[in-house]
């Protein structure tokens, strides 16, 4: 099936602008997940929900980020007034459950995001 | 605050070698994780590790997790050119039986296999 899937794969945006990164989760996972990664380093975790609300955004590094997932599905990662310093690959990642069990989760292809 | 360090950072190894990768962890947690990362992809799950003691093995790569020394190791075995990528373990914060999903990953180990 249908791994997860995030758009664009590459984005170029110059500083001060906005942007939105699109997550299109595995079919049928509950759960959703936000990850950073800069260059050499591991991912760092932004956000997470379980269906449509964010059970933890204690990642996220300022109010200039904001993430929503309005029908539990599909999520955007939204980024205001960009700077040089938010140039990283941003990863999403699924789940089946989280809170119970083994919730192992499945990462999507990232976006490159590359602030000017 | 968890902290999650892995050694070593870089691993350069002869193929048919064998090698250990260690990962520790700060606070409590029973739920591991082992990724796997090829130069610009995604991550690959490799192993999920769920209690003290959980040995997990696929081909050349076997995994364990020791909670008490919140320790977990990735074993390679007769190391082959296409293990070569980067390794990545994460903790979940979660303990106690249920999983939190919020995953500390460490900084990686990138390891090199060579004729």
């Known amino acids: 099936g249908a791994g997860v899937s995030q758009t664009p794969s590459n984005k170029v945006t110059e500083k001060g602008k906005y942007v939105e990164l699109r997550c299109d989760p595995i079919?049928?996972?509950?759960?959703l997940y936000w990850y950073r990664q800069s260059l050499g380093q591991g991912p760092e975790f932004l956000i997470y929900?379980?269906?449509?609300?964010?059970?933890?955004d204690s990642g996220l590094p300022n109010d200039r980020f904001f993430a929503v997932r309005p029908e539990g599905s599909v999520s955007t990662l939204k980024i205001q007034r960009t700077e040089r310093g938010d140039s990283a690959v941003y990863l999403c990642a699924s789940s089946l459950i989280a809170r119970a069990g083994a919730a192992e989760q499945y990462f999507g292809p990232g976006t490159r995001l590359t602030v000017t | 605050e968890l902290k999650v360090e892995q050694n070593p950072l870089f691993l350069s190894m002869q193929e048919g070698k064998n090698y250990t990768i260690y990962c520790n962890y700060s606070t409590t947690s029973d739920r591991l994780y082992w990724y796997r990362q090829d130069p610009g992809k995604s991550l690959e799950s490799l192993f999920v590790l769920l209690s003290n003691g959980a040995v997990k093995q696929e081909g050349r790569l076997m995994a364990s997790l020791d909670t008490k020394a919140r320790l977990s190791t990735l074993h390679i075995t007769a190391a082959v050119h296409d293990l070569s990528a980067t390794y990545f373990c994460?903790?979940?914060?979660?303990?106690?039986?249920?999983?939190?999903?919020?995953?500390?990953f460490g900084q990686g180990t990138i390891l090199t296999v060579h004729p």
């Open positions: 929900f379980q269906g449509t609300g964010a059970a933890d």
């Open positions: 079919s049928g996972h509950t759960a």
């Open positions: 994460a903790v979940d914060s979660g303990a106690g039986g249920t999983s939190y999903g919020k995953l500390t």
